[in-house]
T-cell receptor, first 112, second 113 residues
Framework: TQLLEQSPQFLSIQEGENLTVYCNSSSVFSSLQWYRQEPGEGPVLLVTVVTGGEVKKLKRLTFQFGDARKDSSLHITAAQPGDTGLYLCAGTGGTSYGKLTFGQGTILTVHP | DAGITQSPRHKVTETGTPVTLRCHQTENHRYMYWYRQDPGHGLRLIHYSYGVKDTDKGEVSDGYSVSRSKTEDFLLTLESATSSQTSVYFC????????????FGPGTRLTVT
C-alpha cells in the first residue's frame, strides 16, 4: 500500500508571507498531482508532475517533484487571502486503472 | 467543468437503512471513482469502475457496493448505513487513459444518525 504523508496539517499565516507544503512517501510514484479544495466543493486540480526533478510554476505557486519521484512540494510566494483552502497531494503508482493515493491534506489560512 | 453531478447533495439517514448515492457524468468517460473524505484522512478510495459493469474495490470498500449499468452513471450503495459512514462522498472521473488526472463532483454530505 502506498502512503503519502503531507505536512504540515495546518498552516496559518499573514498575507504576504511565503509558505511550503510537503508531500512525502517511501514509495515511487509515476505522477503526482496537487489539488485545492474550498469548503462545500470538490477538489480542483492545480498541477500534475511526472518527471523526477520537475518544477512547474503556476503564477505564485511553484510545484516540485523529487528526483526519486517519492516526494513533492508546493511553495506559495506572497500568500493572499484567496489562497485559503485545503491543499491535497495525490500520487499514482502507474496502474492502468489510475487509482490515486491522497495525502491527509494541509489546511491553509491566510489572514489579511 | 467536467460535467459531473452528484445526488443528493445532502442526506440524513438512520442507522440500518440502505442509502444510494448517484454520480452522473455527461462526457462518457470510462473511468469513475468513489471516495470518502474525513478530517485528517484526505480522500480514500471506496470503489472504482473501468467500464460498464466493470468495477473493483478500493482501500475502504467494506460496507459499500457499487453498480455501473450505463457509462454515465455510477451508483454507490450503503447496504445498511452505520454512523462510521457519516462522511462527505466524492465522485471523480478520469479523462482518457494517458493521464492520471481526476476531476471531481461537488460531493454528497451524508449523516447517519
Amino acid at each position: 500500500t502506498q502512503l503519502l504523508e503531507q505536512s504540515p496539517q495546518f498552516l496559518s499565516i499573514q498575507e504576504g508571507e511565503n509558505l511550503t507544503v510537503y508531500c512525502n512517501s517511501s514509495s515511487v510514484f509515476s505522477s503526482l498531482q496537487w489539488y485545492r479544495q474550498e469548503p462545500g466543493e470538490g477538489p480542483v486540480l492545480l498541477v500534475t508532475v511526472v518527471t523526477g526533478g520537475e518544477v512547474k510554476k503556476l503564477k505564485r505557486l511553484t510545484f516540485q517533484f523529487g528526483d526519486a519521484r517519492k516526494d513533492s512540494s508546493l511553495h506559495i510566494t506572497a500568500a493572499q487571502p484567496g489562497d485559503t483552502g485545503l491543499y491535497l497531494c495525490a500520487g499514482t503508482g502507474g496502474t492502468s486503472y489510475g487509482k490515486l493515493t491522497f495525502g491527509q491534506g494541509t489546511i491553509l489560512t491566510v489572514h489579511p | 467543468d467536467a460535467g459531473i453531478t452528484q445526488s443528493p447533495r445532502h442526506k440524513v439517514t438512520e442507522t440500518g437503512t440502505p442509502v444510494t448515492l448517484r454520480c452522473h457524468q455527461t462526457e462518457n468517460h470510462r473511468y469513475m471513482y468513489w471516495y470518502r473524505q474525513d478530517p485528517g484522512h484526505g480522500l480514500r478510495l471506496i470503489h472504482y469502475s473501468y467500464g460498464v459493469k466493470d468495477t473493483d474495490k478500493g482501500e475502504v470498500s467494506d460496507g459499500y457496493s457499487v453498480s455501473r449499468s450505463k457509462t454515465e452513471d455510477f451508483l454507490l450503495t450503503l447496504e445498511s448505513a452505520t454512523s462510521s459512514q457519516t462522511s462527505v462522498y466524492f465522485c471523480a472521473i478520469r479523462k482518457g487513459t494517458s493521464s492520471y488526472e481526476q476531476y471531481f463532483g461537488p460531493g454528497t454530505r451524508l449523516t447517519v444518525t
